[in-house]
């Protein structure tokens, strides 16, 4: 069995910051892209962010750029979403996923593996 955890989600204000957590194997740490992907409620899921396992390239939805960075502490073996200058549109679940190989950002059935979700709301 493989496992992603996803943590770090809670109530912020508007311009507030939080910092998402997803712990997995070393295995996927290092053979797998690492998506974060959220859904509001009454929307489709969409690919906020991701980072390669090869290289460490990066992917950032237009509307996160400049606010979002994706990173990785191998020796803790954990990808983070630090989301800054929140806003009420970011309010979602978010997901952590792992799809094996590269390059596959917000393509979803690229996927394989899928975390249970944390919740973001962002609101005064």
């Known amino acids: 069995q493989v496992q992603l955890v996803e943590s770090g989600g809670d109530l912020v204000q508007p311009g507030g910051s939080l910092r998402l957590s997803c712990e997995m194997s070393e295995f996927l740490l290092n053979y797998y892209t690492i998506g974060w992907f959220r859904q509001a409620p009454g929307k489709e899921r969409e690919g906020v962010s991701g980072?390669?396992?090869?290289?460490?390239?990066?992917y950032y939805r237009d509307s996160v750029k400049g606010r979002f960075t994706i990173s990785r502490d191998n020796a803790k073996r954990t990808v983070f979403l630090q989301m800054n200058s929140l806003k009420p549109e970011d309010t979602a679940v978010y997901y952590c996923?792992?799809?094996?190989?590269?390059?596959?950002?917000?393509?979803?059935?690229?996927?394989?593996?899928w975390g249970q979700g944390t919740q973001v709301t962002v609101s005064s």
């Open positions: 996923a792992a799809g094996f190989g590269d390059y596959h950002w917000v393509i979803q059935d690229e996927y394989d593996y």
């Open positions: 980072i390669s396992s090869s290289d460490s390239s990066t």
